[in-house]
């Protein structure tokens, strides 16, 4: 082992953790070297020196100054915390009073949105219809109820009664709406009371109390479907198949009719329902057609229309006239004289003004 | 949170902390029982700080840093270990970035640290210590631990951890592994060269030493 290799293991020497071997080769060769023993005597000494090294002490008040940046430090931890997720002091009852109410409020909405939805939806918008009278539709719970059904009504604009808001609201206008309301149609319809049917509802009565310019435009209705209330009597002695048919006819009709009975809270459909409102198309089958036309014309002449269009067309005579709309009726009724008459589409409902009526006459032996 | 468990040694075996308690109670957000921890091992930080620095304000200042640092971790701290030891590495890391700093800006302002020793009127530190009295000796005394922490200081980084840790703070060698991450064997030659080196070193700086 040379010098340098002893003097490296001259610490390990100095704490026994060589090998006897290896001590007692080292311990051979201090004995007999002078620059090895120094090393060593050397060695000891840093070591004393090392540990003679006296501690210093901590500055005054350096707890104070480290704790005084931690607490610093935490606040700001906390702080930010607290601006996040703990908004305590004042704020705190502040936030949680108006969630809590925010709260309330949304659930009450929610549990009573769904029914004010329904009834707020359909809200009747007064329809000005050719200047004349308030028209509003009827709403499908009043479809439901038949008896009750006075699809024109004339009140002050925009101001109407709770109850009649409620019987003419705005129907919907999907399809799956109009089919719901013709499936609600049908069923009263048939089922409809004789009793109800032969004497206006006493809704009615107290409705052309209500509004008393509308009542006997709303008589006319009831009868009208009291009427049909007549040809459902009639139809049940018809064939099951055949009674289906004009069953769908006749509801098919009746939806018809409601479809154009309602206002629609957009301008354009309820210009286009008022357009709808003013026309209707009838058929009239008669034995002669040239002296059925005679005929007609001159009962238009009685009643002050204007004939404004005649044609001859292969299938029959076609006819069309403008007339005041209270003489429909008078006129249909003087009609009915002449030949079988078979409405195409329902009177028209506008009490005033005129209306286009569209008489198709077919020759009928 | 979890109460900090007791640590366990190399041998599985449970070792008691009397920091666990306190530190359990910073966990939970208590600050104030940071200081009992700050009280308790600060004078034994700033002395490691001071031994591998070299300077006391800036052993003062980087001690300050690594409670806080310690603060800020004290969530991580897992309790496999003394809290001690825990705050030992930290203190020892914040004493090698300081130190990283101070040779880089060294470096860029002067000269080689294998330079001699000199004095700061230039001459060597060689010339032995006129020895009068108390007052002489005591200030003979802090010159030549000036020196010797002089010589300590210019070992490497490496050395100087295990030599403080175990001559200087009198850590065994299982502490010291565990703290350095190192083998027992690797602590122990790298100490035996610490000491060598430093042997060397004291006898270029204060002359014979025996």
Excluded at chain 1, 133 to 153: F, H, R, Y
Excluded at chain 1, 195 to 201: F, Q, V
Excluded at chain 2, 62 to 73: D, H, I, K, T
């Amino acid at each position: 082992m040379t010098c340098n290799e002893i003097e490296n293991r001259l610490p390990a020497f100095l704490e026994n953790l060589l090998s006897p071997e290896e001590r007692k080769s080292i311990t051979g060769h201090l004995a007999s070297c002078p620059r090895c023993s120094r090393a060593l005597a050397e060695l000891k000494k840093a070591e004393e020196l090392l540990h003679g090294l006296g501690e210093v002490e901590p500055p005054p008040f350096f707890e104070q100054r480290i704790m005084s940046r931690v607490r610093e430090e935490a606040g700001q931890k906390q702080g930010i915390l607290r601006r996040l997720f703990y908004p305590l002091h004042i704020k705190v009852p502040v936030q949680a009073l108006a969630t809590l109410v925010i709260a309330l409020l949304a659930f009450h909405v929610y549990q009573q949105g769904d029914p004010e939805m329904k009834r707020m939806a359909p809200l009747p918008i007064p329809l000005t219809e050719q200047g004349k009278g308030q028209v509003t539709a009827e709403s499908p719970k009043t479809l439901a109820a038949p008896s009750a059904v006075t699809p024109v009504k004339r009140a002050p604009a925009g101001d109407l009664p709770e109850k009649n808001r409620q019987r003419f609201a705005a129907p919907p206008f999907k399809n799956g709406g109009k089919e719901e309301r013709i499936a609600d149609s049908r069923a009263p319809i048939r089922e409809e009371n004789p009793a109800a049917a032969n004497h206006p509802a006493p809704s009615m009565a107290v409705k052309e109390k209500d509004v008393p310019p509308a009542g006997e435009e709303a008589l006319s209705r009831a009868q009208d479907r009291a009427g049909k209330q007549d040809a459902d009597k009639a139809l049940d002695t018809l064939p099951p198949e055949q009674k289906r048919k004009e069953r769908t006819a006749d509801t098919g009709a009746a939806a018809e009719e409601s479809r154009k009975t309602i206002s629609a809270p957009v301008p354009s459909r309820m210009a286009a329902a008022a357009i709808r409102r003013s026309a209707m198309d009838l058929t009239i089958q008669v034995r002669d057609t040239d002296a059925a036309i005679r005929e007609i014309e001159a009962r238009l002449g009685q009643v002050n229309a204007l004939i404004s269009e005649r044609q001859h067309r292969r299938e029959g005579e076609f006819l069309k006239a403008e007339i005041a709309a209270q003489n429909v009726a008078a006129f249909l009724e003087q009609l009915e004289a002449i030949g079988r008459v078979h409405l195409e589409t329902s009177p028209p409902v506008v009490p005033d003004g005129n209306v286009t009526i569209s008489i198709k006459i077919v020759s009928h032996p | 949170m979890p109460e900090t468990p007791d640590p366990v040694d190399a041998q599985n075996r449970t070792i008691a902390d009397d920091d666990a308690g306190f530190v359990a109670r910073c966990r939970r957000g208590e600050t104030e029982a940071f200081s009992v921890l700050v009280g308790r091992h600060q004078k034994k930080m700033l002395n490691i700080a001071f031994r591998m620095i070299g300077d006391y304000d800036e052993a003062c200042d980087v001690l300050q840093e690594a409670f806080l640092s310690a603060y800020r971790a004290i969530g991580k701290f897992r309790g496999d270990a003394r809290f001690s030891t825990w705050l030992c590495g930290i203190v020892l890391n914040h004493s090698r970035s300081h130190m990283a700093q101070k040779l880089a800006r060294s470096r860029r302002e002067s000269g080689s640290l294998d330079d001699p020793v000199k004095s700061k009127d230039g001459g060597f530190l060689k010339e032995p210590c006129s020895q009068e009295g108390s007052i002489v000796e005591r200030l003979e005394k802090r010159e030549l631990e000036a020196k010797v922490q002089e010589c300590i200081g210019f070992l490497d980084g490496e050395q100087r951890e295990v030599l403080v840790l175990r001559d200087i703070q009198g850590f065994s060698y299982e502490e010291i592994g565990d703290l350095l991450k190192l083998p027992e064997g690797t602590v122990k030659s790298r100490l035996f060269r610490a000491r060598n080196t430093l042997k060397d070193l004291l006898s270029r700086v204060i002359g014979d030493l025996r």
